[in-house]
Each structure stands twice: as structure tokens, then as C-alpha cells.
């Protein structure tokens, strides 16, 4: 080979080795530079484990050197509680830990993520996980906009300013938060009152009188200092009526603008906050206890009979309603209730 013709090759390498290595610059920048935003309403630092499950995750994506950071905004810092699902599945907010039944107004399906009685413990939660009925729901949630990063059920309790409830009679007169469709209409049926509202404005409206009783998550309970308001707790125990499914969502757009490594990381994250989160949100219902008792509020539990009662006027209302009005209801209870 000539002199001219080896400059010429080694030109022509070099211009190729200099064009890979800045677009592999510019790919390194760039994947550097990107900041996800995660927000939920739950309080910071205060040892909520949906607050640390998010910052969990967090971390790890940080540490898997991947250049991808998220940043977390908690209780409702950045968005609202009712406005996270707008804003996730629009590609306005990256991440969120979010109470899906907040979203039934839009996708009226995630109604049965709180159904009345249907979890009862933690292990159908964990076996629901894996069922078609979460299938289909993740296939929902999928659909319009937002992926599952993490599973996350939580068990919930009832409080109230007047007296202890127990079974339907024990409602009739007060004035009520529930969470979601669902409970509003068992509730109702059952001869409450009903103000709606996210979790995170039960104390204010305890408070100032609007409520009298409420019904939430055994964490949220804690982490809103609800037992400053009320006479008695009603805590979850063997028969718990309320269940709520809360996942790790993240916008759909966001995930498919990064790369392989970067969703991999993302991914393997929630799957490791998911399981310490399975562990640790079993401890909240002693934690619940241990709280309220402190604070000199009476605890209880309901009994097989209360349960049964509540399950009762839930099927003769919210069940009904469910099945006769969504799309779909009636088989996506059934595949609900056939997991054993």
C-alpha cells in the first residue's frame, strides 16, 4: 500500500473513530443528564413505606450507574393526589405511588382494586398479583398511558370521632370518607353520610367537623396522625374489609424514551421494592396498634360475623352496582374472587 492511500485509510478511520466516539459522547451526556420525576402525596421521611418504596427505588437506579436519577417530590409537592394519574399517563410526571382507584373516575374498571371485602389478607393480595384479574387491570392501566414498576396492596382500618364501628349498624348517621366508588356506595347503603376526599385530607376535615369517621390505609392512619382526631380505631385484624391496591406506576412515554439499560435498571428496582415492601407493610397493622393505643384511642376489631354483615350490603350495593355498570364488572369480580 502507498504512502497516499495508507493516509487516506487512515484518515477516513480516523474521521469514522472520531464520529463514533462523540456520538458515544454525546449518548453518554445525554443519558447522564436525564432526571425522572417521581411524586406522590405521602408524607417524606416520616417512614411511610410507599414514601420509602419510591426513594428505594430511586436509589438503586442511582447506584446501577445507568445516568438516570430520579427525583422524589412527596406529599403532593409537586402534584396533587388526584392529579397524578393525569399527569403520568401524559407524560407530565415520570413516576408515582398511586392509589389506582383515584383513577376509577376515568378508568371506572379500577373500582375493583377496592372492592369491599375482596383481598381480606395479605397472602390473596400477593397471589392476586400473579391472577388474570391483575392482568387485565395492568393491561388497563397500560393502555392508557402508564406501566406497573411495582405491586403494592395495603390493608386498611375505620376510625371514628362518635364511637367504634364494627358491623353495617355501627355507620348509620355519620358522616364518612371512603376512599373510592365503591366503598362510598357499601357505606351509603348501609346509612352513612358520604364526603369524598384523598387520604391526605382526612385530618383537616376531622378537624374542622366535615367528617366524623373515615375509612384508609393502616399507613396512611400513622403517617397523617389521624389517631389525634378520633375516639376509636377499628384496625384491620383476621377480617379486613379494606384493601387497596397502590402500585409504583411510571409514564409509559418516559420508559420508552430510555434506553435498554436504563429501563432494565428501572425494573429490577421496583422488583426489589416490591419485595421488601410485601415484607414490610405486613408490620403496619401491629405498628397501627401500637400508635393508636399510645395515643389513648380505643382498638378493635371486627368480628366474622361484622365481616360478613359488611360483605352483605357490599354485594347487595357495590358488587351490584359493579357488575350492572362497567364494562366487564361482572367477570372481572369473578376472576377476582376464583383465586384462592
Known amino acids: 500500500m502507498n504512502a497516499s492511500r495508507r493516509l487516506a485509510r487512515a484518515l477516513t478511520l480516523g474521521c ?13 451526556s445525554f443519558a447522564q443528564d436525564i432526571t425522572l420525576r417521581a411524586s406522590h402525596q405521602f408524607p417524606g421521611g416520616k417512614g411511610d413505606p410507599r414514601d420509602e418504596m419510591v ?12 445516568g438516570l436519577k430520579i427525583q422524589v417530590f412527596p406529599g403532593s409537592s409537586l402534584f396533587k393526589a388526584n392529579e397524578q394519574w393525569g399527569a403520568v399517563t401524559k407524560g ?3 413516576i408515582t405511588s398511586f392509589p389506582l382507584d383515584y383513577a376509577s373516575g376515568r378508568v371506572p374498571q379500577f373500582s375493583a382494586t377496592l372492592m369491599p371485602g375482596l383481598v381480606r389478607n395479605f ?53 364518612t370518607r371512603a376512599a373510592g366508588p365503591a366503598f362510598e356506595q357499601m357505606l351509603a347503603a348501609a346509612g352513612a353520610s358520604i364526603a369524598s376526599m384523598p387520604s391526605s385530607e382526612i385530618y383537616s376535615g376531622m378537624q374542622t367537623g366535615v367528617l366524623d369517621a373515615t ?17 376509636c380505631l377499628t384496625a384491620p385484624g383476621e377480617n379486613a374489609i379494606w384493601f387497596m391496591y397502590e402500585p409504583v406506576l411510571m409514564s409509559k412515554q418516559s420508559f420508552d424514551r430510555l434506553n435498554p439499560a436504563q429501563q432494565k435498571a428501572l425494573l429490577d428496582a421496583g422488583k426489589k421494592a416490591q419485595a421488601w415492601f410485601a415484607k414490610e407493610v405486613r408490620k403496619g397493622d401491629q405498628k397501627l396498634i401500637d400508635t393508636y393505643k399510645k395515643a389513648g384511642v380505643e382498638v378493635v376489631e371486627m368480628s366474622a360475623a361484622d365481616y360478613d354483615a359488611w360483605l352483605k350490603v357490599a354485594q347487595e350495593s357495590s358488587y351490584k352496582n359493579f357488575a350492572e355498570k362497567v364494562k366487564g364488572g361482572d367477570e372481572l369480580i369473578k376472576k377476582a374472587l376464583s383465586v384462592q
Not at 398479583?129 to 387485565?136: D, G, K, L, T, W
Not at 390505609?217 to 403517617?223: D, G, L, Q, R
Open 215 to 231: 375509612n384508609t390505609s393502616s399507613e396512611s392512619f400513622v403517617s397523617y396522625r389521624l389517631y389525634e382526631q378520633v375516639k
Open 55 to 66: 426513594q428505594m427505588i430511586a436509589r438503586d437506579v442511582e447506584a446501577a450507574n445507568v
Open 16 to 28: 469514522a473513530l472520531s464520529l463514533a466516539g462523540g456520538l458515544a459522547l454525546a449518548t453518554s
Open 123 to 175: 397472602d390473596r393480595a400477593d397471589r392476586l398479583n400473579e391472577s388474570p384479574f391483575m392482568q387485565e387491570i395492568k393491561a388497563l392501566i397500560e393502555k392508557n398511558g402508564a406501566l406497573v414498576i411495582a405491586d403494592a396492596w395495603l390493608s386498611g382500618a375505620f376510625a371514628s370521632k362518635k364511637g367504634c364501628i364494627t358491623g353495617p349498624d355501627s355507620i348509620k348517621g355519620q358522616v
Open 92 to 94: 407530565q410526571l415520570d
